[in-house]
């Protein structure tokens, strides 16, 4: 193909034109050429020994989303819980369902070693003064309780003045 036109633009778009054919017909088209032989004939065709099988290698770590969203799925069955058989689901329930009974009364909830109230103790009170062997609490009461210093007009309340007194009014108790 001539291109006989002085005009740029027209041989501009017939170059283009003749790259893009070589191009999308499977190459640019030049011819390649047997790399040359210092003097040395081959024999004929010869097999090529097959290529070693390598080792397949692990993915590049990708730091992406996805890749991270994979890595907490591969934890999850160590982060939940194990799923129970209907035997020990059922082993649960009966557990849950030993006869109890909700008692009503008040017993004061000792300090713990961290100064928080212990109603478990008071609880479990509760429970043996009506004759059952342990208790949950089911409600607490707390309320302040002051010396009659407080009431002293002008005089200054110090820390140590009033306590809060925690009592358990209702508790599950079982035999």
């Given at each position: ?56 290698q692990a993915p ?52 713990s070693s961290n ?43 110090k820390p140590d ?15």
């Open positions: 193909m001539m291109v006989r036109s002085g005009n740029p633009a027209v041989w501009l778009g017939t170059l283009m034109s003749a790259v893009l054919l070589m191009v999308s017909a499977g190459g640019i088209g030049w011819a390649q050429s047997a790399p040359q032989s210092l003097g040395l004939q081959e024999q004929g065709p010869q097999a090529a020994p097959p290529p070693a099988p390598s080792a397949p590049a770590e990708n730091p992406g989303l996805i890749n991270e969203m994979g890595k907490l799925f591969d934890k999850l069955p160590s982060i939940l819980p194990p799923i129970k058989s209907p035997s020990e689901t059922m082993n649960d329930l009966s557990r849950l369902a030993t006869p109890s009974s909700m008692v009503s009364g008040r017993a004061a909830c000792p300090a100064g928080a109230p212990d109603c478990k103790l008071a609880a479990n009170q509760l429970c043996q003064s009506k004759g059952y062997k342990e208790g949950k609490s089911l409600n607490t009461d707390s309320a302040e309780k002051c010396s009659a210093k407080v009431l002293i007009p002008g005089r200054q309340r003045d009033c306590r809060t007194d925690t009592v358990v009014t209702s508790a599950l108790c079982q035999n």
